[in-house]
């Protein structure tokens, strides 16, 4: 015969309150812990509205319409969004009005800046510090675009045509001596590159790099001191000497479709990149030892990302996983799954009839997932809700109520050093 135990009735109120009392604390310290600076820009059809993170207001809202199909990457300082028409060939740029002056902020109303720049098939996006390159695949050239200068009213980003290219879908990054690494095509057949040229801010070639020629090149991700391109034959190396070398594929990858790593991710702060294999997963790739190192095995992997900061690295899988991991050695920290958002068919189309189509798509942002330095925003399954995860635990923290749904949500503005001070267990 089972025994029932009961709670008396003074502690089962004690152990509510207790459970509330926690709740409380959780919701308090997100909103102290989080930036004043960070906002969520909140996408859906016709407007775009900023958010301030951590109080869940509407600072301002903007009644614009997006091109169908662009691509949206927000630039290193946090302030842009730069806008990829492949479709229109086209180049815009989104101001959020979140401006970083060394230990202080200003901002000011959003706008769509008054800058189009137009090439042909405008695809491959890759940036460090205030430096962004956008591959335009239907000619081979390139537009470089500093940042810093987008609020002078007469700058136009540079459309930059590499000596002897040609037509393909490439890829390719600024260094931090100035350089371009850029890709180039040995193969008349192919419509993805093989070798990696270092060209002059004017196109001209510098270093010809065909000693590191592979099958196919697609995919890159840049720090400054070190750029890294993916490819069938392993990862290629570059950095701001002008030397490049192939780092192998390992045992678990080859050039056959899926099998090789074709989307990389870097950021200014870390030292090591992280790619992705479409069926082996995820690999660390350490331009010092260089090596390739798995850190997630699986053919599910539907987004991921570096923390603002640099010192996390976050992967979404299809199941609605969350896996962070720290962004210096790639050990993981944490895992959770959380409900969220469907990602729409156009974002996640992994029945794509190409390899190439699988690739580009693998490259979009992920648009129901940001992350700030200490938190992850996601939004929820019936659009209306952003759930707040606090990384190194991934703890759930706060939800943010929306007053109507929307179609995605990405991240601009900053954290200032010093701003919320707290302990920290990173001793990186």
């Known amino acids: 015969m089972k025994k029932l135990f009961y709670l008396p009735f003074f502690m089962l109120i004690g152990l509510l309150a207790s459970c509330d009392h926690d709740h409380v604390d959780a919701e308090e310290n997100f909103a102290e812990m989080e930036s004043d600076w960070v906002r969520l820009t909140l996408i859906h059809h016709g407007e775009i509205e900023l ?3 951590n109080t869940g207001a509407i600072t301002y809202s903007l009644e614009q319409e997006l091109p169908e199909g662009a691509y949206l990457y927000t630039s290193g300082s946090g302030r842009y969004i730069s806008i990829l028409d492949r479709a229109g060939n086209s180049l815009k740029f989104f101001d959020s009005g979140v401006e970083k002056h060394d230990d202080h902020g200003h901002e000011y109303a959003p706008r769509l800046l008054d800058v189009n720049v137009e090439a042909p098939l405008p695809t491959h996006y890759a940036g460090y510090g205030s430096h962004s390159v956008v591959f335009n695949d239907g000619d081979g050239s390139f537009t470089h675009i500093n940042e810093m200068q ?3 009213p007469s700058y136009s980003p540079a459309v930059v045509m590499p000596e002897g290219t040609e037509a393909h879908h490439g890829a390719g990054f600024r260094l931090n001596n100035g350089v371009f690494a850029i890709t180039y095509k040995t193969n008349s057949e192919d419509v993805l590159p093989q070798v990696v040229h270092f060209l002059n801010a004017d196109g001209t070639v510098l270093k010809d790099g065909s000693e590191v020629e592979v099958g196919r090149i697609h995919g890159d991700a840049v720090n400054g001191e070190f750029g890294v391109f993916g490819s069938t034959d392993g990862v290629i190396l570059v950095d701001n000497q ?9 045992e678990q990858l080859n050039s056959e479709s899926g099998n090789w790593i074709g989307t990389l991710k870097g950021h200014d702060n870390a030292d090591v990149f992280f790619g992705r294999a479409r069926n082996q ?11 390739l190192t798995p850190i997630y095995e699986g053919a599910d992997v539907v987004g991921d990302m570096f923390s603002f900061n640099g010192e996390y690295y976050i992967v979404h899988t299809s199941d609605n996983m969350l896996r962070v991991f720290d962004a210096h050695d790639g050990e993981e920290v944490a895992s959770r799954k959380v409900e969220m958002a469907n990602i729409p068919a156009a974002s996640n189309e992994r029945s794509a009839n190409s390899e190439i189509a699988q690739l580009r798509l693998s490259e979009e942002e992920d648009p129901i997932l940001v992350a700030s330095d200490e938190f992850l925003y996601i939004l929820a399954p019936n659009r209306t809700q952003i759930k707040v995860l606090e990384i190194h635990e991934l703890e759930h923290v706060h939800t943010i109520t929306l007053d109507h749904p929307i179609e995605k949500i990405m991240k601009n503005g900053f954290s200032l050093e010093g701003e919320h001070d707290h302990d920290h267990d990173h001793d990186h």
């Open 51 to 53: 958010m301030q993170a």
């Open 150 to 152: 987008l609020e002078i």
């Open 242 to 250: 002008n030397n490049i070398s192939l780092i192998p594929n390992t």
């Open 281 to 291: 997963g995820v690999f660390m790739i350490d331009p010092i030892a260089k090596t």
